[in-house]
């Protein structure tokens, strides 16, 4: 979607990086691409979000599991390195089926977690040391051990319709089987028997997890309280987890085969979810919390509470979670994008690659939203593992110098690996269900505990098992270690954090290209009100050098004597793996 001011902008840039002594093929010329990204200074718009996984970041009382107790002694750590805030995985009571995302009490934090008592005290010292904490909301589906499942499923007045049931279909041999084709996320048949109400209910993830009825007006009333609820205990806003999930096809429509798959239930992507996933009126229901999370904070005047969403969608259907290009309708502040861990599954990316990644969300993302960067989560490999350990502080570079905000993984600011987990040791549900198939499908890799320094079990417990086992290389590994010296990942990080928020300050005149130049070298350029920034990364395994018109370095991910911070330079020599930032002088 390149528009006639867009192309005029490109050619601009062409010049303006000719200007700059870099030689502007055609065939480049092509590639580049400029975005317009207007940012007014509300605090999301520029802010580094931190993932923090719970279970794994810091225990608190010892019994080996993380918990709040356990995080709000580390809020200052978060502070320290230049956060903006903090968004927890599930903390709400669960009878733990799907790892917190199947909840059966939306108004109470698991007690191994420290109740609600321990979250108010998160709140409050977050609050008193300027910390945003952001809570994940699970409106999707909820545990079938939550009380509106056991009314709902036991016929009580009024809550017959709170989940999706069906008296399904007779089949030849007169058996009751579900109503149509829909397969789970986690396989099986999206619906499952009820022997108390004699009906199916739908469920797109576990049995256990039963669908909540959106078209249930009554459904939508529930979820407000749940939201105002935690706003008025003090949250900063929500992940909204799973949304593209959130409602269904009202006729019931089988789901098309997928191209060339046959029928299996085993295999949840053999059918095409187009009514089962991202229809038109699950956006209403996003468009819908958003509004009602904009009228608490414009009733009582207080700064925006943010909504981030959840979607692995089409480029056009990930960007309607955000709302309607014009605006008129706002879902999310913004919608994750996966794009970095998608199109960059392991280490043999292209600089096309990241490039590609890159401009596929910045060309699909209507001009009035905030791009986002997210190079991890608890549900992928680590960035070290994945893209290589040598590729960290690039990869962290890169998110930090993008426009708009930056998502941080916990344990990705100082460059933790994946760790080693046995099928025995494992936790994760889905994967340990399955020996033989765990180091394929499971995600407790990437949830190894917190690093925090060298001593037992990684100053992450005091307690001689913790819930996984910590990553071997924990000694080498770890905060205490990486704040005791300059070019750990952690201080490259903090570093960068430093950079944006003295140098990338929201501005009305901003622009962004991301070029391949010259070979295995990225370059993003950025523009804005304080000046012209060069980001360069070199993936290579040998030096390249650059020639360059009087470039101010800011800042490199491999600090040394020869590399001053401040000094003028015409050209660079880029190590294998580095990354700088350099402003035009
Ligand atoms: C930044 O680039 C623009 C456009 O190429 C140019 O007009 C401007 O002078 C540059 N600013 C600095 C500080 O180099
Ligand atoms: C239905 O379940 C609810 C929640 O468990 C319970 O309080 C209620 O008594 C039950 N009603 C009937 C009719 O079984
Ligand atoms: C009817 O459904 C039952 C239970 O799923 C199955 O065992 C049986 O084979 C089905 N009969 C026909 C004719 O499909
Ligand atoms: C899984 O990985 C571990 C460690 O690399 C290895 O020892 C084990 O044999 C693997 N298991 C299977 C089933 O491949
Ligand atoms: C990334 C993420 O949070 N994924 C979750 C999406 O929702 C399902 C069902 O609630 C969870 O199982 C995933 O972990
Ligand atoms: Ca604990
Ligand atoms: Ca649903």
Redesign the pocket.
């Known amino acids: 979607m390149v528009t006639k001011g867009a192309l005029a902008a490109i050619l601009v840039l062409c010049w303006a990086l000719t200007a700059q002594g870099h030689l502007v093929q055609v065939r480049e010329r092509q590639r580049v691409k400029v975005v317009g990204v207007k940012q007014t200074d509300d605090w999301w718009k520029t802010a580094v979000f931190y993932q923090i996984y719970p279970r794994s970041f810091m225990d608190g009382d010892g019994d080996g599991v993380g918990d709040l107790q356990g995080v709000k002694a580390k809020l200052q750590y978060l502070k320290d390195i230049g956060i903006t805030g903090a968004w927890l995985s599930p903390i709400f009571k669960s009878p733990g089926v799907d790892q917190g995302y199947d909840i059966s009490d939306y108004y109470t934090v698991d007690a191994i977690f420290g109740g609600n008592a321990a979250l108010k005290k998160v709140l409050t010292e977050a609050k008193k040391i300027g910390l945003k904490i952001i809570l994940d909301f699970v409106p999707n589906h909820t545990s079938d051990q939550n ?1 509106w499942f ?2 709902s ?4 007045k009024g809550y017959e319709d709170y989940y999706v049931w069906h008296e399904g279909k007779t089949n030849g041999t007169g058996q009751k089987v579900p109503p149509n084709n829909w397969v789970s996320v986690f396989k099986g048949s999206s619906w499952s028997w009820h022997d108390q109400r004699k009906m199916f209910y739908l469920h797109q993830f576990a049995p256990q997890q039963p669908d909540l009825n959106y078209a249930n007006p009554k459904v939508m009333e529930e979820m407000k309280k749940v939201l105002t609820y935690w706003l008025d205990m003090g949250v900063d806003g929500f992940r909204v987890d799973a949304v593209p999930y959130l409602m269904e096809d009202k006729r019931l429509r089988n789901d098309p085969l997928a191209p060339g798959r046959k029928y299996d239930l085993n295999d949840p992507d053999c059918v095409q979810r187009i009514y089962t996933k991202d229809i038109d009126e699950t956006f209403e229901v996003v468009y819908a919390i958003r509004s009602h999370v904009d009228e608490y904070t414009r009733k009582r005047k207080l700064a925006t509470r943010v909504l981030m969403s959840e979607a692995y969608a089409d480029p056009d259907k990930t960007m309607r979670y955000y709302g309607t290009s014009d605006g008129k309708k706002l879902g999310a502040h913004f919608t994750f994008n996966f794009n970095l861990l998608t199109m960059l599954p392991n280490k043999d990316f292209k600089v096309k690659d990241i490039v590609k990644a890159i401009n596929t969300w910045m060309n699909n993302m209507p001009k009035i939203y905030t791009p986002n960067w997210v190079l991890g989560n608890h549900d992928n490999h680590r960035a070290a593992t994945r893209l290589g350990s040598e590729n960290v502080d690039a990869f962290n570079a890169l998110t930090a110098f993008l426009p708009g905000i930056m998502v941080t993984y916990n344990g990705e600011e100082i460059g933790m690996t994946d760790g080693q987990v046995t099928c025995e040791q494992g936790q994760d549900p889905v994967a340990t269900k399955d020996c033989s198939t765990y180091n394929e499908t499971s995600r407790d890799f990437e949830r190894t505990p917190m690093q925090w320094d060298d001593s037992t079990n990684a100053g992450f417990t005091t307690n001689e098992k913790p819930w996984l086992p910590v990553a071997e290389n924990y000694k080498e590994i770890n905060v205490k270690k990486e704040k005791a010296s300059q070019s750990s990942h952690l201080s490259i990080y903090k570093a960068l954090l430093q950079f944006r928020k003295e140098h990338l300050k929201p501005s009305k005149k901003d622009k962004l290209a991301v070029v391949e130049q010259p070979t295995k070298v990225l370059k993003v350029y950025r523009e804005n009100d304080q000046g012209n920034y060069t980001l360069l990364y070199n993936i290579a395994d040998s030096p390249v050098k650059v020639d360059l018109t009087k470039q101010k370095l800011i800042l490199t991910t491999k600090p040394s004597d020869q590399r001053k911070a401040g000094s003028i330079l015409e050209d660079i020599t880029l190590e294998p793996h580095e990354s700088v930032i350099l402003k035009s002088a």
């Open positions: 009380d056991k009314l499923s036991n016929g009580t």
